[in-house]
């Protein structure tokens, strides 16, 4: 596994007048991302503003902390494409002038490119792109439409190696690319070894402390594939092994999951727990955590369950194998196979096993996957562009 080392940014007493955009303020992991790059960059002295595409959402920007003069910006799109509100964010970057501009994925780069080029605004634009599949014929075309501006953008940053190969593949790439970890903060998710804490909170949710407890954190939807789960869960207690799941999110699928738990007589089985503000007490009340995902770049969940301390077992997509050392710190398995999964399962269920594994995990992410890490390179990365193009600035007038 080569893995980029921790980095330490030199540039700690320049200051940055960074704008991010994303497309909404909804749950996802590219929201989460681009708020906790502008808090730490806000916290380290940077001057930030956030602007939304469209609204709605669980009204994520009020986790924002954005020091003076940093700005929270809706556009209140609800459209695919909105030529209006291409010219109010143009007129908004020319009221800021940044330094430099983010845009998390291709949606919200389209309405950055266009925006900057409106307010003949030389700024560079950076990407970060948060995923590695695009499913439908829809999605496909979309893809085609993105790409010029992927190509004429300063930076695309890819969040592991697997999904920069994968653009690659693609003709996806933009003037400089790079690979920066997903990081997490690793005093919020820190091992809590509170036993009485975690078997309260396993008894309201009527699991026992015999039973073996599989947790997965991910929003109820098709790409998730929590039915895999329910698959194994009848595997694994036909093997004698006290399973059960718990399932952290909503989303479209949750009546489908209910009626198959139903269908394999698993009801009994299978937690719903709900979208939850704090995953971190329900994580603690797992035993192993589980992405049975079809799709994935570099799962912000999985990270923070090892940061928790739990194994993770996660289907070998995306950058799964860049995180997780089979037999180490938990176990890959390819995607869609249900007996591989529960073979990998019903070794997590020996908890002294699990235990070490966990340890593990948690030593990984101190390593390699801090939220620190990432903030020192993305830190460096946006120093460095914005002095390439003063450079080219210098050069232009010289």
Known sequence: ????????????STTLRA?????SMESGGAEHHAIALMNGLSESGHECHAVYVKGGGLKLDE???LSPPGTVHCLGVERYFDGRAIAALSEHMAAIEPGVVVAANPYALMYSWLALRMARIGAPLVVTCHSTRFLGAKEQL?????RPFLWTSACSVFVCAAQKRHWA???ALSRRNEVIYNGVDTDHFAVVEDAAEREALRRSLGLDGTDYVIGMAAMLRPEKNHLQLLDALVGLRARGIPAKALLIGEGEMRPVIEARAAALGMRDHVVMAGLQKDVRPFIHACD???????????SMAAIEAMALGRPVVHSNVGGAAEMIAPGENGYL???????ELVE??????????AARMGRKARRMVEAYFSEKAMLDRYEALLHELCVDRSARQRAAYS
């Open 142 to 146: 979309q893809m085609a439409a993105y």
């Open 1 to 12: 596994m080569r893995l980029t080392p921790r980095f330490t940014s030199p540039f700690s």
């Open 63 to 65: 986790r924002l902390r």
């Open 169 to 171: 593949r693609r003709g």
């Open 288 to 298: 192993v955590k589980l992405l049975c995902s079809v799709s994935e770049a570099f």
């Open 333 to 339: 398995f390819p995607a869609g196979n249900t007996g």
């Open 19 to 23: 704008m991010f955009v994303t497309g």
């Open 344 to 353: 990998r399962l019903a070794a997590l269920s020996n908890a002294p096993l």
